[in-house]
């Protein structure tokens, strides 16, 4: 399979199923077949299967061999790993930005990302909150160096975030979690690579372990 979607048909298909994805609005384990994943975009059959593999690629789908695809489930292992993995991979991510010293202009989007996220919080707005913390961590990735990096953990970022969107409403208000993203913040614009890593393994660890009792507490491992 390609590595890059060609045909903007394939992308637009691929924007909308992913979206639908991440926001559960096509919900773990949801199952239906090429022509009703095509009549579901109002877009013929072939943009729609290459965009079914694409997304099979990414972990959110498999392809089900005469019976269509079906959306990955949610399991309270694959979520362990996958957190396992980000508490060791972005904190080194971060360490790397804040080693190359960027100047303001480079780390607005954090900045901006950060100042959504306590905006929304004020307002108690889970969702632009929700919103804001996925454009801290994506846009953390695209400033550091190491491509190979930023798209694996792209792709877990994608598989965790629809589980972060199941439980965005059973957890405590993500103050810490705000905090937390200002102490980083400020730790990479000072060039505290050390720091800046130390306190974005706390800030997975602590996150972890809050997704995980709540998707065992909630009986959300059969998803």
């Given amino acids: 399979m390609p590595s890059v979607i060609r045909s903007p048909r394939t992308e637009q298909a691929y924007g909308k199923l992913k979206w639908e994805i991440l926001q559960n609005h096509l919900p773990p384990g949801f199952q239906a077949s090429e022509p009703e994943f095509a009549l579901r975009l109002g877009m013929s059959r072939t ?3 290459e965009a ?15 019976h269509g ?3 990955t489930p949610l399991s309270w292992n ?13 904190p080194e991510a971060a360490a790397a930005v804040a080693e190359l010293k960027p100047d303001q202009k480079t780390l607005k989007p954090l900045s ?33 160096n190491n491509r190979r990096l930023t798209d694996f953990v792209t792709r877990l970022l994608d598989q ?3 589980a972060r969107m199941i439980t ?10 705000t905090e937390d993203h200002r102490i980083i913040l400020r730790h990479i614009e000072n060039g505290e690579a050390g720091k800046a890593r130390e306190m974005y393994r706390r800030h997975r660890e602590r996150a ?6 709540l998707l065992q507490n909630y009986r959300l491992t059969a998803l």
Avoid at 52 to 66: N, Q
Avoid at 78 to 90: F, H, K, N, S
Avoid at 208 to 213: D, G, I, M, N, R
């Fill in 47 to 49: 943009p729609v299967r």
């Fill in 168 to 177: 965005l409403r059973m957890r405590n208000r993500p103050t810490q979690s």
């Fill in 208 to 213: 972890a372990s809050e997704l995980l009792t």
């Fill in 78 to 90: 694959d979520m362990r790993d996958i957190y396992e993995i980000l508490t060791t991979l972005e």
């Fill in 69 to 71: 695809a079906r959306v």
């Fill in 112 to 144: 901006d990302a950060t100042d959504g996220m306590e905006k929304a919080l004020a307002k108690n707005d889970l969702d632009n909150w929700a919103a804001a913390d996925d454009r801290f961590h994506r846009g953390l990735l695209r400033l550091q």
């Fill in 52 to 66: 079914l593999l694409h997304l099979e690629a990414d972990g959110l789908i498999e392809m089900k061999p005469r």
């Fill in 160 to 162: 965790s975030h629809r």
